[in-house]
């Protein structure tokens, strides 16, 4: 694939973001769970130590008292990684920053298998399906250093509660400077008219690898980074869809209620097309290389370009 | 004199509305809230600096009822200090009402936090007492904890970072009425000794009887010389205080009277003179 090598990962970028706009923005503060060398978090720590808070290894309490503080009109950024903060602390994210609708954001970590070397403790493959259900939280999932700083400025602007998932390794760089991110934007990354490939995060370049190989067998993929989950850019997929009048969406993270299940429910009210999803069928991974593991749980680009070609033929 | 005598009417007055809005909506924890009253009352008719005129006042004190079933004593005070007519009361738990079961943020005029999930209120309460210093706005914060409300894991998060904080403008109330909803304290899951714990949390223990205003407002009157550590104000008291059938009856944790029982307990309470 002809893209560039990412220099960092989207969990550094994210961080480095923060950290420069801790200069801009005097206000916001930064809570952390004792992994602030990993999330990066200690970047802002050291520059603006008054605004940092390490609550040690207590992911409940960091975030109920971010909830506090945000009760009182601060804007704070939870760090962490995902597994711990979507699952053990979830009631303090449902009950006491989404219900009340406080200005929480998170910077969540170890994203699907991009943590694959980690194995299934520390990989976060029911965040999304978490997330999205929580009434007024909004939920970004950036693929590369660009990106992964844009929606940390979204985030920031963004009214409420705002989940942002991100990766354990870099992957590769795609967006170019000046790219406008929105809450319930998309990018298509690739045109096409033969099928409409939904990716985020690290799938879209599982699609963006597919779609080179399938268009030398004839099949022309649009590729779209649905970097905004919740809201989704209907609108924009809608547009694909009717050209394309197929879809696969690959997702790293459990087939069930990720957002191919929120696609599927809309495709089915709209104008159902020949369609799959690629995720984890009802199973945890395992530790190992990035690669590997892909492949292994069918989320590989040789997998994308098989589902394709298979949903394709149905039309 | 005149001051606790006040607190004394006041208290009566809150623990009538209180079964009053209980037995219209036949649903509700009087006797969790019956517990609280004589905590509740001192905090809003003496010593929280507070402003029912402005309930979003930035350097208000905070309050935070852990403890969120017991929300009738805090609405009661809330709509007799004036935040809302006293009428709502009556619809408390009601479709569309105010009064949540519940406390709710965003609902209520002069709930500081939503609150109901047990557990959470002092991890609540630190992050607004970081708030408060990082803002400089130094208002102090106040947290009505339950002892049943103890077993959970995360007060004890809360109670570490407190410490780690040195936040003297954190004060949590424990409301030791020894039920919880199963059973006593002790059947259901021991947790003395409570100001050990919180003193092994590197906390100042002030261990009071929550019932007498004189102890209460000594006891907040010796928070303010703690200059280094979050307090803890151990408060013995009565589950169902004030109406005899229902003191330190495990049943009255979360059940409505009916209309004999109801009467019964007016009388008990009294005439309220305010």
Same mark, same amino acid.
């Given at each position: 694939?002809?893209?560039?090598?990412?220099?960092?990962?989207?969990?550094?970028? #994210?961080?480095?973001?923060?950290?420069?706009?801790?200069?801009?923005?005097?206000?916001?503060? $930064? #809570?952390?769970?004792?992994?602030?060398?990993?999330?990066?978090?200690?970047?802002?720590?050291?520059?603006?130590?008054?605004?940092? &808070?390490?609550?040690?290894?207590?992911?409940?309490?960091?975030?109920?008292?971010?909830?506090?503080?945000?009760?009182?009109?601060?804007?704070?950024? /939870?760090?962490?990684?995902?597994? &711990?903060?979507?699952?053990?602390?979830?009631?303090?994210?449902?009950?006491?920053?989404?219900?009340?609708?406080?200005?929480?954001?998170?910077?969540?970590?170890?994203?699907?298998?991009?943590?694959?070397?980690?194995?299934?403790?520390?990989?976060?493959?029911?965040?999304?399906?978490?997330?999205?259900?929580?009434?007024?939280?909004?939920?970004? /999932?950036?693929?590369?250093?660009?990106?992964?700083?844009?929606?940390?400025?979204?985030?920031?602007?963004?009214?409420?509660?705002?989940? $942002?998932?991100?990766?354990?390794?870099?992957?590769?760089? /795609?967006?170019?400077?000046?790219?406008?991110?929105?809450?319930?934007?998309?990018?298509?990354?690739?045109?096409?008219?033969?099928?409409?490939?939904?990716?985020?995060?690290?799938?879209? &370049?599982?699609?963006?690898?597919?779609?080179?190989?399938?268009?030398?067998?004839?099949?022309?993929?649009?590729?779209?980074?649905?970097?905004?989950?919740?809201?989704?850019?209907?609108?924009?997929?809608?547009?694909?869809?009717?050209?394309?009048?197929?879809?696969?969406?690959?997702?790293?993270?459990?087939?069930?209620?990720?957002?191919g299940y929120e696609i599927a429910t809309l495709l089915l009210a709209e104008s159902p097309v020949p369609f799959d999803i690629?995720?984890?069928?009802?199973?945890?991974?395992?530790?190992?290389?990035?690669?590997? /593991?892909?492949?292994?749980?069918?989320?590989?680009?040789?997998? $994308?370009?098989?589902?394709?070609?298979?949903?394709?033929?149905?039309? | 004199?005149?001051?606790?005598?006040?607190?004394?009417?006041?208290?009566?007055?809150?623990?009538?509305?209180?079964?009053?809005?209980?037995?219209?909506?036949?649903?509700?924890? %009087?006797?969790?809230?019956?517990?609280?009253?004589?905590?509740?009352?001192?905090?809003?008719?003496?010593?929280? *600096?507070?402003?029912?005129?402005?309930?979003?006042?930035?350097?208000? !004190?905070?309050?935070?009822?852990?403890?969120?079933?017991?929300?009738?004593?805090?609405?009661?005070?809330?709509?007799?200090?004036?935040?809302?007519?006293?009428?709502?009361?009556?619809?408390?738990?009601?479709?569309?009402?105010?009064?949540?079961?519940?406390?709710?943020?965003?609902?209520?005029?002069?709930?500081?936090?939503?609150?109901?999930?047990?557990?959470?209120?002092?991890?609540?309460?630190?992050?607004?007492?970081?708030?408060?210093?990082?803002?400089?706005?130094?208002?102090?914060?106040?947290?009505?904890?339950?002892?049943?409300?103890?077993?959970?894991?995360?007060?004890?998060?809360?109670?570490?970072?407190?410490?780690?904080? *040195?936040?003297?403008?954190?004060?949590?109330?424990?409301?030791?009425?020894?039920?919880?909803?199963?059973?006593?304290?002790?059947?259901?899951?021991?947790?003395? %000794?409570?100001?050990?714990?919180?003193?092994?949390?590197?906390?100042?223990?002030?261990?009071? !009887?929550?019932?007498?205003?004189?102890?209460?407002?000594?006891?907040?009157?010796?928070?303010?010389?703690? *200059? !280094?550590? %979050?307090?803890?104000?151990?408060?013995?008291?009565?589950?169902?205080?004030?109406?005899?059938?229902?003191?330190?009856?495990?049943?009255?944790?979360?059940?409505? %009277?009916?209309?004999?029982?109801?009467?019964?307990?007016?009388?008990?309470?009294?005439?309220?003179?305010?």
């Open positions: 694939m002809n893209l560039k090598k990412a220099s960092m990962p989207t969990r550094k970028a #994210f961080a480095l973001r923060m950290e420069e706009m801790g200069a801009l923005d005097k206000d916001f503060a $930064v #809570f952390e769970s004792d992994i602030g060398y990993s999330t990066y978090s200690y970047l802002f720590g050291e520059s603006y130590p008054e605004r940092y &808070f390490n609550m040690g290894l207590a992911e409940g309490n960091t975030i109920s008292s971010a909830a506090g503080m945000a009760s009182c009109g601060r804007t704070v950024i /939870v760090c962490g990684y995902g597994v &711990f903060i979507t699952l053990r602390a979830v009631e303090a994210i449902r009950t006491y920053v989404c219900y009340p609708n406080l200005d929480v954001k998170f910077l969540s970590s170890h994203g699907g298998l991009t943590a694959a070397i980690d194995g299934v403790t520390h990989q976060a493959t029911e965040d999304i399906a978490y997330m999205t259900t929580l009434p007024n939280m909004k939920v970004l /999932v950036p693929c590369d250093t660009l990106s992964a700083k844009g929606c940390f400025d979204l985030a920031l602007k963004t009214p409420g509660p705002v989940f $942002v998932r991100l990766m354990r390794d870099p992957l590769y760089e /795609v967006y170019n400077e000046g790219a406008e991110l929105t809450v319930g934007g998309s990018t298509f990354l690739r045109t096409g008219k033969d099928i409409t490939i939904v990716g985020y995060g690290d799938t879209v &370049f599982q699609a963006l690898e597919a779609a080179e190989i399938l268009s030398a067998q004839g099949i022309e993929a649009e590729v779209m980074d649905a970097y905004s989950i919740k809201p989704f850019d209907r609108e924009g997929f809608f547009t694909s869809v009717k050209k394309t009048k197929s879809c696969l969406v690959v997702e790293n993270h459990q087939r069930r209620n990720g957002l690629l995720g984890l069928r009802d199973t945890f991974g395992e530790s190992g290389n990035y690669n590997l /593991v892909m492949d292994k749980y069918g989320l590989s680009a040789a997998c $994308v370009v098989e589902a394709a070609k298979r949903i394709t033929a149905k039309k | 004199m005149e001051v606790i005598k006040h607190l004394e009417e006041t208290a009566r007055a809150v623990r009538y509305h209180v079964i009053d809005m209980i037995y219209t909506v036949q649903s509700g924890h %009087p006797g969790s809230s019956l517990s609280i009253v004589e905590i509740m009352t001192a905090l809003y008719f003496n010593y929280a *600096k507070i402003d029912p005129r402005n309930p979003l006042w930035p350097d208000r !004190d905070r309050i935070v009822l852990s403890k969120g079933h017991a929300c009738p004593t805090w609405y009661a005070c809330l709509a007799l200090k004036g935040y809302f007519p006293l009428e709502t009361l009556k619809t408390l738990r009601q479709f569309e009402s105010l009064l949540q079961g519940h406390p709710d943020k965003n609902k209520t005029p002069g709930v500081d936090m939503t609150s109901g999930s047990l557990g959470h209120g002092l991890s609540i309460g630190v992050g607004m007492a970081l708030e408060s210093r990082l803002s400089k706005r130094n208002f102090r914060v106040f947290v009505i904890l339950g002892d049943g409300e103890l077993n959970e894991g995360q007060i004890w998060e809360g109670a570490e970072s407190a410490s780690k904080y *040195k936040l003297n403008n954190l004060i949590a109330f424990v409301d030791k009425n020894r039920l919880q909803m199963d059973g006593t304290t002790y059947e259901v899951m021991p947790m003395d %000794p409570i100001d050990k714990k919180f003193e092994a949390f590197n906390w100042e223990v002030l261990s009071i !009887d929550g019932h007498s205003f004189p102890e209460i407002l000594w006891a907040l009157k010796e928070t303010e010389k703690i *200059k !280094d550590k %979050p307090v803890c104000i151990l408060a013995e008291t009565i589950k169902g205080k004030g109406v005899s059938f229902m003191e330190n009856i495990r049943e009255w944790h979360g059940k409505a %009277p009916d209309t004999a029982e109801y009467e019964k307990a007016i009388k008990e309470i009294g005439r309220v003179i305010l």
